[in-house]
């Protein structure tokens, strides 16, 4: 089984490194692959350059060789011209290796706009969704994902996940941190620490890069 955690990651920061490490923890995997979006049409543009958030991806997951940084969908956007989305990315996948498990892994806050996804009703045929309960966020309670959770959903060690390609929800309850990528952003932006947000090695790319409005490396002032 492959674990992709998808992501525009503006920057990536200790909340996804925690969540897929968790992952690799829960489900016994070997790694997590976290896939950089291109541009995902369903949401606001990114404020990184995509050089910067790919670069910033691959400093994050040096530290942990189970941690994947994964191009694959810059390569297909540049290829096919587009964003491609997340059913297309994982189609592709399967027309690779047929036979290989995959898991997406998504926070609870993205599993609650799933309906919004390009083609979300085809997701679960071609791969798992492992789900993590992200605090602030709780899981849908009503309309169509709660629906398709309701009718989906799995454990962790039921055989339906373990030994099927696709086709099961896993709510993982792991407790996930508090951080994300827009609190980073606005902590940059208003000079505030993030040594509690972010690895070492991204801060630093973010203060050498002036990126997120910031002017200087707040390390030399604090
Ligand atoms: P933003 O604040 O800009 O919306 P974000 O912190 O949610 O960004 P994304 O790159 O949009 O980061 O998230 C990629 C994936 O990681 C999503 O599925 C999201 O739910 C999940 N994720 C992000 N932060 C956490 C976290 N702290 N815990 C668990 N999952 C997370």
Redesign the pocket.
């Known amino acids: 089984m492959i674990g992709i955690?998808?992501?525009?990651?503006?920057p990536v920061?200790l909340?996804?490194l925690h969540?897929a490490r968790s992952v690799c923890d829960r489900l016994g995997l070997a790694s997590v692959h976290l896939m950089l979006s291109a541009r995902p049409g369903h949401r606001d543009a990114p404020l990184a350059p995509m050089a910067a958030r790919w670069e910033m991806l691959r400093l994050a997951c040096a530290e942990d060789l189970r941690l994947v940084p994964d191009d694959r969908e810059l390569r297909r956007a540049e290829r096919i011209g587009r964003p491609s989305w997340t059913v297309e990315t994982l189609e592709e996948m399967r027309a690779e290796t047929p036979h290989e498990s995959v898991a997406w892994v998504?926070?609870s806050?993205?599993l609650a706009g799933l309906d919004t996804w390009h083609r979300w009703t085809e997701l679960l045929d071609l791969a798992h969704l492992v789900v993590?309960r992200?605090p602030g966020a709780e899981l849908p309670a009503s309309g169509p994902v709660a629906a398709l959770l309701a009718a989906a959903r799995a454990d962790a060690d039921d055989p339906t996940f373990r030994q099927t390609p696709q086709g099961t929800i896993v709510v993982l309850d792991v407790p996930?941190?508090r951080?994300?990528?827009?609190s980073v952003r606005s902590a940059l932006g208003a000079g505030r620490s993030v040594d509690d947000l972010l690895p070492r090695s991204v801060s630093t790319y973010i203060w050498q890069h002036q990126l997120y409005g910031v002017r200087s490396d707040p390390g030399s002032t604090a």
């Open positions: 955690l998808g992501g525009t990651f503006d920061h909340g996804h969540a998504i926070g806050d993205a993590l992200r996930m941190l951080v994300s990528a827009t």
